[in-house]
């Protein structure tokens, strides 16, 4: 039998941790330059990455990234 910290239990039992694909952390976009722009990798605007707004083949690089 593994004998397991008090505290280690206590955060397990609390603490669901899942991928970000899946859970996406909630997070505060700052405004950008005028020449960047966010895009997305999740849906519903999920998993944001900061991209060149003149990039002419966003979605390749996107389609890469995922």
């Given at each position: 039998?593994?004998?397991?910290?008090?505290?280690?239990?206590?955060?397990?039992?609390?603490?669901?941790?899942?991928?970000?694909?899946?859970?996406?952390?909630?997070?505060?976009?700052?405004?950008?330059?005028?020449?960047?722009?966010?895009?997305?990798?999740g849906?519903?605007?999920?998993?944001?990455?900061?991209?060149?707004?003149?990039?002419?083949?966003?979605?390749?690089l996107?389609?890469?990234?995922?």
């Amino acid at each position: 039998m593994i004998h397991r910290p008090k505290k280690l239990e206590l955060l397990e039992s609390h603490t669901k941790l899942l991928p970000s694909h899946i859970s996406p952390p909630k997070l505060e976009l700052k405004p950008l330059p005028k020449n960047h722009k966010y895009a997305y990798l999740g849906d519903g605007k999920a998993l944001p990455i900061i991209i060149l707004s003149t990039l002419e083949q966003e979605d390749k690089l996107i389609r890469l990234l995922k």
